[in-house]
Structures are given as structure tokens and as C-alpha cells.
T-cell receptor
Framework: GAGVSQSPRYKVAKRGQDVALRCDPISGHVSLFWYQQALGQGPEFLTYFQNEAQLDKSGLPSDRFFAERPEGSVSTLKIQRTQQEDSAVYLC????????????FGQGTRLTVV | SQQGEEDPQALSIQEGENATMNCSYKTSINNLQWYRQNSGRGLVHLILIRSNEREKHSGRLRVTLDTSKKSSSLLITASRAADTASYFCATDAATGGFKTIFGAGTRLFVKA
């Protein structure tokens, strides 16, 4: 595709429910990032993949958060037993290998936990 | 925690005026980037400046970088109503890791 695609665009989950958020990066982009953006704040880094390898997951807030990119293209961010504080926009970005490379962002998935 | 800090937090100007936003960061960096985010949309990359560069231009955008002060500024000249958005600086740490750390952003409102 022409850009980074994320699905779903909106997700409402009941507290305690598991959710899975999908990211389709730009074809050929080695790097993939996940960010969490709370209302009125900048994006917070969650995790980074280079191809299928998860090289940095230091930003994942708890062991309820899990990300994978098994074939080095599509990535899924899974949140287990969702809590209200997980409500945010989850952004995915892809790029060529850093550093000094531009990241292309998807539109994000807005997760609301009720 | 976020490394970049933008100021002002919010800025309101008239169309045609220039807008200046500042960003400060804490550690050594490989590069600094500026992004724009319109309400309800993803981030759009505006410009990247490397740590060995001092100034860069792109259309109506001018970015400066002062690594001794760990600060950067974004100037938008001859602003337009369509420039209304949130602007974020983001840094890639020089010391390992692959994170891009974003600040909290400056909310720019350009009045027609």
C-alpha cells in the first residue's frame, strides 16, 4: 500500500477484555515502531522491530502488552485484560533502518476501555 | 517519560504571521525531527536535522539545532490556516537503542 495502515481505527473494549491491534507497514520497511498517545500528549515509545526481531520492548508498560511481527511485515499489538488506563491512541510507524531515517505513521487505533 | 520538551504549549497567531516553536532535550542525539499532527490524524514528518547540522530549510519551514544548548527551534513563515495543528519534536538518542522520543507538543492555531 501507499502508507502505513492500521486496523481497526476505533475499538471499544470492556474492562478485562483482550484486544489485538494490527499494523501493515510500508512494503520494504525494515523498521516498525509502536507508540501509545494519550489525549493531549506526545506519543510514548512502546516497542521496536527490525524485520521480525523485537530489538527494544522497554516501553511496554506491563506484561499485559505483547507485540509480534512474525514474518517481518505485519505486526500485531496485543493487550490482555484491558484496563481503563490503557485507553489511548496506538500509533504504528515504519521506516528504513535508523538512524537518520524518516518514520511514516499510520492513522492510529483509538482504544477506549469502558 | 519523554525527552523532548516543547514551548510554548500553545500558540495562537494571525494568518500571515510567523510561528516559532522551541524544543529542548536532555541527552546526546543522532538527529532531531519535527512532526505535525492534525486533529484526529497520524503524524506527518516535516523535517529531520542531523546532530552535525545547524540549520535546515524546507519550503516555509526553518529548523535550527544547537547541540551545545540541547535545543531546536521550528519557524513557520507566512502561516496559513491550514498550518493549524500540533507540532512535535522527536529525538533519536545517540547512545544505543532505537527509540524516537517525542515531546508533549506545541498546539498552533492560525486564525484566518
Amino acid at each position: 500500500g501507499a502508507g502505513v495502515s492500521q486496523s481497526p481505527r476505533y475499538k471499544v473494549a470492556k474492562r478485562g477484555q483482550d484486544v489485538a491491534l494490527r499494523c501493515d507497514p510500508i512494503s520494504g520497511h525494515v523498521s516498525l515502531f509502536w507508540y501509545q498517545q494519550a489525549l493531549g500528549q506526545g506519543p510514548e515509545f512502546l516497542t521496536y522491530f527490525q524485520n521480525e526481531a523485537q530489538l527494544d520492548k522497554s516501553g511496554l508498560p506491563s506484561d499485559r502488552f505483547f507485540a509480534e511481527r512474525p514474518e517481518g511485515s505485519v505486526s500485531t499489538l496485543k493487550i490482555q485484560r484491558t484496563q481503563q488506563e490503557d485507553s489511548a491512541v496506538y500509533l504504528c510507524a515504519s521506516s528504513l533502518v535508523p538512524p537518520n531515517t524518516e518514520a511514516f505513521f499510520g492513522q492510529g487505533t483509538r482504544l477506549t476501555v469502558v | 517519560s519523554q525527552q523532548g520538551e516543547e514551548d510554548p504549549q500553545a500558540l495562537s497567531i494571525q494568518e500571515g504571521e510567523n510561528a516559532t516553536m522551541n524544543c529542548s532535550y536532555k541527552t546526546s542525539i543522532n538527529n532531531l525531527q519535527w512532526y505535525r499532527q492534525n486533529s484526529g490524524r497520524g503524524l506527518v514528518h516535516l523535517i529531520l536535522i542531523r546532530s552535525n547540522e545547524r540549520e535546515k530549510h524546507s519550503g516555509r519551514l526553518r529548523v535550527t539545532l544547537d547541540t551545545s544548548k540541547k535545543s531546536s527551534s521550528l519557524l513557520i513563515t507566512a502561516s496559513r490556516a491550514a498550518d493549524t495543528a500540533s507540532y512535535f519534536c522527536a529525538t533519536d538518542a545517540a547512545t544505543g537503542g532505537f527509540k524516537t522520543i517525542f515531546g508533549a507538543g506545541t498546539r498552533l492555531f492560525v486564525k484566518a
